[in-house]
């Protein structure tokens, strides 16, 4: 399979630019077993990266010019000198790349050509601008400042994200892409960056984790997503802190409890950091132990539930899957990534995921909507170089 993705990735190069690569590297999205919106509030995540990837064929150039290309695209190439790289310039999908490569843009004066081609669903919650980053990080590392520890590569992808493209995500889903082994699930503080591998072996209990995209498209770089996160930073100025993740009691939350329906929603907003925490860490608990690992479904329901009524970014159809899962036997289910749409994950015997993909199926015709893509994911490895 990586021997087809290299030759599709050569092969898309050279057409386009009409020389060879030096490299095509690959970077995976991502599925968040538990710990969401809590990155940015200095809190615990526990990601696992998917098998699905993006990968990068790079070469340098020599004229002072960038071009991006990408496979799903409309083979437009996008080209500008380097110099001319500024936040907005290029904008749409390019951007990422470009962010990128205006962090390392003094080692490439020459300038540099990139074709990107990808597996991981667009808008739907998996981290592909992530996978876009890190890929391109991971390759211009390699090609120009090998020194760059896995750690600066996961900084130089969220600038890329935060400052060059405006989307105001935390640091769950670079580090997922860069940081994540096989086997595993990585526990990462996101206020001192520590990272534990937590062997998540789940075909080995019998079970599997099943992914449903609602098919619900949304954007970072846009709406709800923003407004989620300037909630909580109010949250946490009301109260003192300089970050939700500094609260570990909801009892501490009652001065936002002001009687106002600003008060109210902020209450909301925080008391979902704080337990969403919590559940991290007793995920991660579970994990480590020897408990069978059917016991983090219910968790991950409640994140769910968290997720719905507190944080308020779920939309019927991934409450829909959730609910369809669990009546089908789901262990647990909730939705992952940043809401408003996008995918849900659901624990699920390996024996019984052809019943639940079913039942999932059945209630989106019940409820009009197209049958949802469904596959399950194995935890897998980070970025990496394939060729």
Not at 111 to 139: E, M, N, R
Not at 167 to 194: E, K, N, Y
Not at 300 to 306: D, F, K, M, P, W
Not at 327 to 336: D, N, S, Y
């Amino acid at each position: 399979m990586s021997g087809d993705r290299v030759g599709r990735a050569r092969a898309g190069f050279a057409e386009r630019f009409g020389t060879e690569a030096e490299g095509v590297w690959a970077a995976p999205g991502r599925v968040n077993v538990i710990g969401e919106h809590t990155d940015y509030n200095g809190g615990f995540v526990l990601p696992v990266a998917m098998e699905h990837t993006t990968r990068a064929a790079v070469a340098r150039r020599d004229d002072g010019r960038v071009a991006f290309a990408s496979l799903q695209g409309d083979g437009v190439v996008v080209e500008l000198a380097v110099a001319e790289l500024a936040p907005g310039r290029p904008d749409g999908w390019a951007g990422y790349p470009a962010g990128v490569v205006l962090g390392l843009r003094d080692r490439l004066a020459g300038g540099v050509s990139i074709l990107v081609d990808t597996d991981v669903p667009v808008g739907a919650g998996l981290s592909s601008s992530a996978a876009l980053t890190c890929s391109v990080a991971l390759a211009l590392s390699d090609l120009v400042a090998p020194e760059l520890r896995r750690e600066d590569l996961v900084e130089l992808a969220r600038s890329a994200e935060n400052d060059f493209v405006g989307a105001p995500t935390g640091i769950l889903d670079q580090s997922a892409s860069v940081l994540c082994t096989a086997g595993h699930a990585l526990f990462l503080d996101t206020r001192d960056r520590t990272s534990e591998q937590v062997p998540l072996d789940l075909a080995a209990a019998g079970l599997a984790l099943l992914v449903v995209d609602s098919g619900v498209t949304h954007d970072h770089a846009e709406g709800g997503y923003g407004d989620r996160r300037r909630e909580c930073e109010q949250a946490a100025e009301r109260l003192g802190v300089a970050l939700l993740r500094d609260i570990d009691d909801v009892a501490a939350l009652q001065p936002l409890a002001d009687g106002t329906p600003e008060g109210e929603v902020l209450l909301r907003r925080a008391r979902h950091i704080v337990t969403e925490n919590a559940r991290v860490l007793d995920v991660v608990a579970a994990l480590r132990g020897d408990a069978d690992p059917r016991a983090i479904g219910p968790v991950l329901t409640a994140g769910h539930e968290s997720l719905r009524d507190d944080f308020e970014i779920s939309v019927p159809l991934l409450d829909a899957i959730v609910e369809a899962a669990l009546e089908a036997g789901a262990h647990g289910a909730r939705l992952v990534g940043g809401g408003f749409g996008g995918s849900a994950i659901a624990l699920v015997d390996s024996d019984a995921l052809d019943a639940v993909v079913a039942a999932v199926t059945a209630r989106f015709a019940r409820e009009g909507a197209e049958p949802p893509r469904t596959f399950v994911t194995v935890p897998s490895a980070g970025a990496h170089r394939l060729a």
